[in-house]
């Protein structure tokens, strides 16, 4: 006797999604990596070039913020410490409020130790940079995000306020 079979069943054909090709403004990660590293280059010269006092003689020196040590040229990145963290609030990056210029050792003391007990600790401050981290809107390039940040700090050093806060 002959076995009837049942025909197959057909499964539907799984279209593929359309590729979508990327366009020239965006851009990968590497890249963006790099495009931090020169606005982080940039800002740091920018704070290296304003935050300065003069001595008897007349020359130009730059002092910790917290223990008004001497700190020598040429600048390095552990001489700028961010108050609120990069990685937390990123909106305010390359704020200049947000940046204090100090030595290795308050440095080390501002991550890794007792940041509360120290002098640069201001809460006022802190409170208004969070503030100001609400207020300004998320931008998805770094580029924009950093100029915006440039023209409030320029703001900022004009009219001693913010007008997104206000």
Not at 21 to 40: E, G, Y
Not at 73 to 86: A, C, G, I, T
Request: with cysteine.
């Amino acid at each position: 006797m002959i076995r009837r079979r049942k025909p197959l069943k057909r499964t539907p054909i799984k279209r593929k999604k359309p590729v979508v090709k990327k366009t020239k403004s965006d851009l990968t990660p590497l890249q963006i990596d790099r495009q931090r590293h020169v606005f982080d280059i940039q800002i740091a010269e920018t704070i290296w070039n304003k935050r300065f006092e003069f001595d008897n003689e007349g020359n130009k020196v730059r002092r910790c913020a917290e223990c008004k040590h001497v700190i020598h040229p040429p600048w390095r990145k552990h001489n700028f410490s961010h108050v609120l963290v990069k990685k937390t609030y990123k909106k305010i990056r390359y704020i200049e409020l947000n940046i204090d210029l100090i030595c290795w050792d308050c440095h080390q003391k501002w991550e890794f130790g007792d940041m509360i007990g120290m002098k640069i600790y201001d809460i006022d401050k802190i409170n208004l940079l969070r503030a100001l981290d609400r207020a300004i809107p998320k931008f998805f390039e770094e580029d924009q995000l950093f100029l915006y940040n440039r023209t409030l700090n320029d703001e900022y050093s004009r009219d001693g306020c913010y007008s997104v806060l206000k």
